[in-house]
């Protein structure tokens, strides 16, 4: 049960997301009942397919979205042609004026800094295709090695798994430490807790972002 003060989470959905991406950090936010309120959004209410097939139904349109008090954004094939969105761009920049942290998983930094949301701040992005998200954002330092990065209001991770470790970084910060490792214990997560180190740095843009859309039945 969710009380009048619970935080609301608005999870942002588009055609191609990545599951893990979405709902590993969901996971953890809503692993122990009444802490957090977790909503699903996208351009329209209705199912939204991901990369691996399964849909997940979003909730809200932009339109009818309540107020977030966090904001997260999945990474995903579909952030190739998502980049195109302004109706998706203007939607984070509106929410980002008032929430709390605003959290980007995997490719979903792109999406953040094409916005122009992380303009002269610090933040991360999937390892394997990390050119891809650096492009749309020339005004950003982006930290190659990082498992996440915090700057201010915005929370940017590494690929896919790394959204879980940021999610309980972002819970220790609004629940305090403790918490967050009883969260982690009770899904029985082996949390990594060291933003600056991501073992997965050492494929640092191993994929290219053309053949990988291509199969996929993208374009970049």
């Not at 996440?148 to 609004?174: C, H, K, N, Q, Y």
Request: hydrophobic share 40%.
């Amino acid at each position: 049960m969710t009380g009048e003060n619970t935080p609301t989470l608005g999870a942002v959905l588009y055609e191609g997301f990545e599951l893990l991406d979405l709902y590993g950090p969901l996971e953890m936010f809503g692993a122990i009942p009444g802490q957090f309120r977790i909503i699903t959004v996208s351009d329209t209410p209705g199912p939204v397919a991901s990369t691996p097939g399964p849909a997940t139904v979003a909730e809200y349109g932009y339109a009818d979205c309540p107020p977030l008090d966090l904001v997260l954004v999945p990474g995903g094939i579909g952030t190739f042609t998502v980049l195109d969105n302004g109706d998706l761009l203007d939607f984070l920049r509106t929410r980002a004026e008032t929430a709390q942290y605003v959290m980007s998983v995997c490719s979903g930094s792109a999406i953040l800094a094409k916005a122009g949301l992380l303009d002269g701040r610090r933040a991360t992005s999937n390892k394997q295709l990390f050119q891809f998200a650096v492009d749309p954002g020339d005004e950003v330092e982006w930290v190659e090695a990082a498992r996440w990065v915090e700057d201010g209001p915005f929370v940017t991770s590494s690929g896919v798994s790394a959204g879980t470790d940021m999610a309980l970084a972002v819970i220790a910060r609004l629940r305090g430490e403790k918490f967050a490792r009883s969260v982690a214990d009770f899904t029985e997560y082996q949390w990594h807790t060291d933003p600056d180190s991501d073992p997965f740095a050492r494929f640092l843009n191993a994929m290219d972002p053309e053949t990988l859309a291509a199969a996929f039945g993208g374009a970049s």
